[in-house]
């Protein structure tokens, strides 16, 4: 017996059921159920391809197959977090807040690929072709070899790609295109993840490197269904704030290398540059000798960075105390004050707190628990650090100081750039250029760092 190839498909949520029902069974949505062809092909025939070994047949004098080349765009930080660049075939998911350079940095990895002789093809759905020809004037991106075409319908783009025959396409953006074939309007999980299937499977079948741009939600989350993830072979983020230069590229997930890198661009009048020193981009504009004022050595990704944490403390002007995060997890800093109120008779717990890491990077791993704890302290106590002092340590219930991830590389880091001590965790090994004090609990760190109203 053939198996059908019919299903039915909720417009909400994008589940499909073998046969019709009236209550979607994953969101529980009211008739919302609409028939479609799972081969989202219209039933067409697809061209009988043998499979390929992976290992070559052991034939004297025959030659190995060669390795997909990887196709750098010229963008350095891209490429970095990339593993060198575009994989042929590959489909790369970059989402990010609106306004936060997507689109720039997209215009600006097409016309380096199309410098180095790739042609490329950009789909734009959210703007005309005159915008994006004023923004890639603008930035240098108007380059031969760098085509757009401003479309919102899917067959036509797919049409487009199959005239022009781009080594690179890219989508501006998923979110906004849509499949006359599927149910629900632009935007919606079923034609989101459907145009998402239907690009993968063309760029596989293609050869040919594809980059879609995503939004994302209020909680920074990429919008659309979870499958889409699933559905790419690599992830992007790119965050910042929109009032500072600075922008960091996080990879997600990455089928061709290394998960977890950051690049880190600056965003200027002529587009995004590539951050040489990010460490001295952080602490240019620090002010030494100032109360609440902590230099921290992380790690992002692959690379150790210098950050400023700064901490204010005020007196509570009656009702709940006032907490202000930026840069850090605010439920984690409010951990730190209970510990700190816990080892300590200054009652952080009862004023107003403000926390920030300077320059608009966001800081999500524990190393900088320390730093945080420190600055908070010294604001209170109204006393300034030593401004060569650099704090690394994660900071338990208990006040325990507790070791971090790569503690050479973050205090290397800190000696290159001048430091000449650091407070961290017992066990941190020497290291050339910078003296190490280690501290069991943040009594310990406290007055190692001149703070000793800690018991």
Request: with cysteine; aromatic share 2%; charged share 20%.
């Amino acid at each position: 017996m053939a198996k059908t190839s019919m299903v039915f498909r909720c417009a909400t949520c994008g589940a499909t059921t073998p046969r019709w029902v009236g209550r979607c069974p994953g969101c529980g949505e009211w008739d919302g159920m609409t028939e479609v062809d799972r081969r989202r092909g219209g039933g067409a025939e697809r061209a009988r391809r043998a499979p390929l070994s992976l290992v070559p047949p052991a034939i004297p004098g025959a030659e190995r197959v060669p390795e997909a080349s990887i196709v750098p765009s010229g963008v350095g930080e891209l490429d970095r977090v990339l593993s060198g660049g575009f994989a042929p075939g590959s489909v790369t998911l970059l989402g990010g807040e609106p306004g936060i350079g997507k689109s720039t940095l997209v215009l600006q990895a097409l016309a380096g690929l199309a410098r180095a002789g790739r042609s490329s093809l950009l789909i734009t759905s959210e703007e005309s072709e005159a915008q994006v020809r004023v923004r890639a004037e603008r930035v240098g991106a108007a380059v031969p070899g760098f085509e757009v075409l401003a479309t919102t319908s899917l067959p036509e783009a797919l049409a487009a790609v199959d005239d022009a025959g781009p080594s690179v396409l890219a989508l501006d953006s998923v979110h906004t295109v849509a499949d006359p074939s599927v149910t629900g309007a632009p935007g919606s999980v079923s034609q989101v993840q459907a145009c998402a299937v239907e690009l993968t499977a063309f760029a596989k079948e293609h050869d040919m490197a594809t980059v879609l741009v995503g939004h994302v939600t209020k909680d920074g989350s990429l919008a659309g269904p979870r499958a889409l993830e699933h559905i790419v072979d690599t992830v992007l983020a790119f965050e910042g704030d929109r009032h500072e230069a600075l922008r960091t590229l996080r990879v997600l997930k990455h089928r061709f290398g290394p998960t977890g890198d950051v690049g880190l661009l600056a965003m200027g009048p002529d587009g995004l540059v590539d951050v040489a020193d990010a460490s001295g981009l952080f602490l240019r504009d620090r002010c030494e000798g100032t109360a609440g004022s902590v230099v921290v050595p992380i790690v992002e990704g692959l690379r150790p960075l210098l950050v400023e944490v700064q901490a204010l403390v005020a007196p509570s002007q009656g009702g709940p105390p006032r907490r202000s995060v930026q840069g850090l997890d605010s439920g984690r800093v409010a951990m730190l004050i209970a510990v700190l109120d816990r080892a300590a008779d200054t009652e952080v717990g009862r004023r107003d707190v403000y926390a920030n890491v300077a320059g608009g990077l966001r800081v999500r791993e524990p190393g900088v628990d320390l730093g945080v704890t420190l600055a908070l302290l010294g604001a209170t106590l109204d006393r300034p650090l030593d401004p060569r002092l650099a704090v690394v340590g994660e900071v338990g219930l208990a006040g325990e100081v507790r070791q971090v991830t790569q503690p050479e590389r973050r205090l290397a880091e800190a000696a290159r750039v001048g430091f000449t001590w650091a407070i961290a965790p017992r066990g941190t090994p020497d290291v050339e250029g910078i003296a190490v004090h280690r501290a069991a609990d943040v009594g310990q760190a406290a007055s190692a760092a001149g703070l000793s109203r800690v018991g």
